[in-house]
């Protein structure tokens, strides 16, 4: 099992910048590749980025490219996104996930979040 507690979300201005944590307790988390979703009312869960294990491998949804950035600490057990320039269309609420494989979609994830709420005022 793994344990997954985002934190980090907030109340921003459009143009500002926002950074999320997902702390990670439970099994080895160095070797779970690990994702951020998102979900804003009425609509589905969309992916966000993604990044391997060792954090050579990112991936983003081309809405966020070039604004947001992943990373991760595994020191740390923790893995970040970088949010900047952010837009109204950002509003919504940030998933992590984790799973011993990379994907870029929500069903091939086994863990998750509670989320944490994001909300970009125009």
């Known amino acids: 099992q793994v344990q997954l507690v985002e934190s980090g979300g907030g109340l921003v201005q459009a143009g500002g910048s926002l950074r999320l944590s997902c702390a990670a307790s439970?099994?080895?988390?160095?070797?779970?590749?690990m994702g951020w979703f998102r979900q804003a009312p009425g609509k589905e869960r969309e992916f966000v980025a993604a990044?391997?294990?060792?954090?050579?491998?990112?991936y983003y949804a081309d809405s966020v490219k070039g604004r947001f950035t992943i990373s991760r600490d595994n020191a740390k057990n923790t893995v970040y996104l970088q949010m900047n320039s952010l837009k109204p269309e950002d509003t919504a609420v940030y998933y992590c996930?984790?799973?011993?494989?990379?994907?870029?979609?929500?069903?091939?994830?086994?863990?998750w979040g509670q989320g944490t709420q994001v909300t970009v005022s125009s």
């Open positions: 996930a984790a799973d011993s494989r990379l994907a870029t979609v929500a069903a091939g994830y086994e863990y």
């Open positions: 439970g099994r080895t988390f160095s070797r779970y590749a």
């Open positions: 990044i391997s294990w060792k954090g050579g491998s990112t």
